[in-house]
């Protein structure tokens, strides 16, 4: 600790975290300037609060012990102030135990923030600072009676040892990370970000500051919209020049409103801001929607205003929706939200929707009430200077109304915990997602995202059942289905329409996208009756072997289509949903839901048991297609986190650091086999010889036959190697394989190595992402895999499922299960030596790249021949540590 600055303050230990209740503090290390407001602090304390803390009265803080309460290292002596505005909301510490790697753990917080959640939130955050400063354990004392802190201990998922003396009860606990810890850390978090977008989209009441008498303007559009919807709660303009906007009486600024506010609609120019955010602190508004531009999206100065306008309204327990956004709607029928510039909304369903560019969102909502989908929520989230895709998924995990998300992304602000969140809720609830931004991102969107590799984004989402789309008209194409039909329970699909063209198309479709056909598609011809057709569809559900059907149907020009419509939707009223067997049809051009298949939902809109209708047979099965994958992915095991046995990961730690410590970045050779030893990864033996008498002796020792090549290092990507020998059989026959390499390469030095089964040639390997963190790699070696791309990734951590998924995932895969002749592989070694690979990769994550090609799979194994591996600094992983709130870089 000799280079130690013990006032050297931490910042990277500030967060802004969201409390139980959906409010939000910040979370900092206590400074000498907290003087005078730790003070304050511990005067608004009642005495039994006091009483518990200090184990006395305690009725002012002396002299001394303030100076030592707000005079810290930093290190051995931490101490954090929860902030609302100025005020410290409460305190946590610890204080190590002389000599010890313990220190002693306590906190306190202010009567009328108790039950928010604070205490666990500064456990978790001192636990992360101890363990940061070389602390493993943490001690507590507690009086008996107080019940409350102790179930903050007892509930934080810590292995708690108790022991009770005079009426004070010792707890003490390791506080490394436990399954069972960070388990409760995220399902807290789950419920705090829930309920903060809870705040957002259920106010009991809005204030609309910027409302306007002009038509022209923001403000006009907002109050209209907010008016028109008939919000179930008070609507209060807020207009310095006018006593009533729109009818409604207006309030000149927001703190002349009598009433609390829960949601303010910011609509004024940016310039004005900061007078409208201090007034909405002072006020105590719960959430704010700005939909005012100016922001990040016009360069550096408006990239500080709109991170100012985050940390301050964070800083005061608000959260913001945008800047530069559409808006909230919430459907909900007790709610009737419409904070949103979009004057024409749909109707009343069961689907959330998330999306990021303003612009969009007016379209988005036209088209879903054009195409007859119902939204139970809507966000567009502009700038997400705060607010994101991740807190609606949280909200939407749990949220009665909405059954069905889609997301519209341009990008992501922290992907590893998309993916973990997106993983969770795909298990009960499809996601839909248009990723956009493939090769441009906006500046508003990336001043508050990360920029992510395409096949980053593609694992991720194959990993969590994301049904990934092109488009929004692909979006809404499987919305619809997933809206109002039940999920298949197979690929089996059956084809019933009047025209046989038409029938053909489908089924060529459902083919080429993996679906099964149940038999040939029945045409009942163009002269076909409406109960005739009917009868048909009925028939054709009612088969066991059919798990889905496509009804295409082209009216005929003696009866009007309607009422073959009608028929339709009579014939299967009994059966669809009973059955489990999804719909899909070309009905009369129709692109939707048209009245004649829908089913009125709650308000009259089309809701479960409607039939979509696409404009074109290929759509509606490619839509079938998307729904039967993920069915699918939900049905399949979940798997589970596999630790292989054997694995060293204290060693690979060691062995790591001394390699960074001297500079290096590229393992040798001897390091590269010790480091994959660690994590029971063979590389098949070498040596390396300098001489044709030493090569021949090597080669006896290795074991014929063996394989022998010139090269700077053993380690070179495979098509680096220079000069290679195979099935060298004899001494003779080594002496002159050395002479030849040594010619041909202009080196003297070969590598000799033992010869592996024969089999067929893979890769494995590791790609740093900095976003969504490490992914391991698969495919099958060879120049045509690599000029087409060929490989899968996954995620870590990864489960059993994802290996056996990642070695079957290439198009070349079939080759190792014996296609056209190729030899059979041992999936099963391959799949161990994926997760050993996937093990090393999250324990150590300072190995930034490694390469196992080629790893010969056969029927007796995967045998690794070369390896190589890169260090270097551990990423920062943004979804790890503590509970906070993303903030802008």
């Keep these: 600790m000799t280079d130690f600055d013990p006032y050297d303050y931490p910042r990277r230990w500030e967060a802004d975290v969201v409390l139980s209740d959906g409010g939000t503090v910040h979370l900092r290390p206590i400074t000498p300037d907290d003087a005078d407001r730790l003070v304050a602090f511990h005067g608004r304390l009642s005495e039994r609060t006091r009483y518990f803390r200090y184990f006395g009265a305690y009725p002012r803080i002396p002299p001394r012990d303030l100076k030592r309460f707000v005079t810290l290292d930093h290190h051995d002596r931490v101490g954090f102030a929860a902030m609302l505005g100025d005020d ?230 608000m959260r913001v929706v945008g800047p530069n956004a559409l808006g909230v709607v919430n459907m909900d029928r007790a709610v009737r939200l419409n904070a949103s510039l979009a004057p024409k909304l749909p109707g009343l369903g069961r689907t959330g929707f998330f999306c990021q560019s303003g612009a969009l969102g007016t379209a988005i909502l036209a088209d879903a009430a054009a195409r007859g989908l119902g939204l139970s929520t809507f966000v567009s989230a502009g700038n997400r200077a705060d607010v994101s895709g991740n807190d609606l998924l949280q909200y939407w995990m749990t949220d009665p109304a909405t059954d069905v998300v889609l997301l519209y992304l341009e990008s992501f602000g922290n992907p590893r915990k998309f993916a973990r969140l997106a993983r969770r809720l795909g298990r009960t609830k ?36 994301v049904i990934r789309v092109e488009s929004l008209a692909q979006l809404f194409d499987t919305a619809l289905l997933l809206a109002h039909q039940p999920l298949p329970e197979g690929s089996q699909v059956a084809v019933v329409g009047n025209s046989t063209a038409i029938g053909v198309l489908a089924a060529d479709t459902a083919l080429a996208q993996g679906l099964e056909l149940a038999g040939e598609p029945v045409d009942v011809g163009p002269q076909a009756r409406p109960e005739e057709f009917a009868a048909a569809v009925r028939e054709a559900l009612l088969r066991e072997n059919v798990d889905a059907l496509v009804v295409v149907f082209v009216p005929p020009l003696a009866v009007p289509g309607t009422a073959y419509a009608r028929a339709l939707k009579e014939a299967v ?127 006896e020792k290795l074991g014929f036959p063996v394989a022998a090549k010139a090269s700077n290092s053993l380690l070179k990507h495979r098509s680096d190697l220079v000069g290679v020998r195979l099935d060298i059989s004899s001494p003779e026959t080594m002496r002159a394989a050395y002479t030849d390499l040594c010619q041909v390469s202009g080196v003297d030095t070969v590598y000799v190595q033992r010869m592996v089964a024969k089999g067929t040639s893979c890769t494995i390997g590791l790609q740093d992402d900095p976003s969504f963190g490490t992914l391991v790699s698969f495919g099958l070696s060879g120049v045509v895999n690599d000029l087409l791309g ?63 090609e080629p790893v010969v799979a056969s029927e007796s194994g995967a045998s690794v021949v070369y390896a190589r591996v890169a260090v270097g600094p551990p990423p920062s992983r943004h979804d790890t540590g503590p509970r906070r709130l993303r903030t802008m870089n």
Excluded at 438 to 456: G, H, I, K, W, Y
Excluded at 821 to 827: E, N, V
């Design 88 to 317: 410290i909301i409460a305190v946590g510490r610890y204080e190590r135990l002389q000599g010890s790697d313990q220190a002693e753990v306590a906190f306190v917080v202010e009567d009328g923030h108790q039950g928010r959640g604070i205490g666990s939130i500064l456990l978790e955050h001192l636990a992360a600072a101890a363990q940061e400063s070389g602390l493993n354990r943490f001690v507590a004392e507690v009086l008996g009676e107080n019940g409350q802190m102790v179930r903050v201990f007892k509930d934080a998922g810590y292995q708690i040892s108790r022991a009770l003396e005079d009426g004070v009860i010792h707890l003490e606990f390791a506080i490394d990370p436990t399954e069972e810890s960070v388990a409760v850390a995220r399902s807290r978090e789950q419920a705090a970000e829930a309920r903060s977008v809870h705040n957002v989209l259920h106010p009991k009441s809005v204030a609309v500051i910027g409302a306007s008498t002009d038509p022209t303007k923001v403000g006009y559009a907002v109050l209209t919209n907010l008016l028109t919807a008939d919000f179930a709660g008070p609507v209060f303009p807020v207009n310095a020049e006018h006593p009533a906007v729109r009818g409604v009486r207006a309030y000149r600024r927001v703190l002349d409103i009598p009433d609390p506010v829960d949601l303010a609609v910011v609509a004024v120019p940016a310039t004005s801001i900061n007078e409208v955010m201090d007034d909405c602190l002072a006020k105590g508004v719960k959430a704010l929607v700005v939909v005012t531009s100016g922001f990040s999206e016009i360069g550096d100065e408006g990239r500080s205003a709109e991170q100012k306008l985050a940390e301050e309204a964070r800083a005061h327990g």
């Design 430 to 465: 499809p996601i839909v997602a248009v990723k956009s931004g493939r090769n441009a991102v906006s500046p508003a969107l990336a001043a508050t995202s990360v920029q992510v590799d395409e096949p980053s984004v593609q694992a991720v989402f194959e990993q969590a059942g």
């Design 573 to 699: 009223a009994d059966l669809a949903e009973g059955q489990g067997k999804p719909i899909v049809s070309t009905f009369l051009a129709a692109e939707g839901v048209p009245a004649e298949l829908a089913v009125p939902g709650p308000d009259g809109s089309p809701g479960r048991g409607s039939i979509p209708s696409y404009p074109s047979p290929e759509r509606a099965v490619l839509a079938l297609a998307r729904v039967t994958r993920y069915a699918r992915w939900r049905s399949a095991p979940r798997g589970t986190l596999v630790r292989p046995h054997g694995i060293k990961p204290d060693a690979a730690r060691e062995l790591v650091q001394s390699v960074m410590d001297g500079g290096a970045e590229w393992l040798t050779d001897t390091q590269v086999v010790e480091l994959l030893g660690f994590y029971g990864i063979e590389v098949a033996p070498f040596k390396i010889v300098s001489s044709p008498d030493e090569a021949a002796d090597a080669a």
């Design 790 to 852: 060929d490989r899968a990734y996954r995620s870590i951590p990864m489960t059993d499922v994802d290996a056996a998924g990642l070695v079957r995932a290439p198009k070349a895969a079939p080759l190792l299960a014996g296609y056209g002749g190729s030899p059979m592989a041992d999936l099963g070694a391959l799949e161990d030596l994926v997760l050993r690979v996937a093990a090393l990769a999250e324990d150590v994550p300072e190995v930034r790249r490694l390469e196992l």
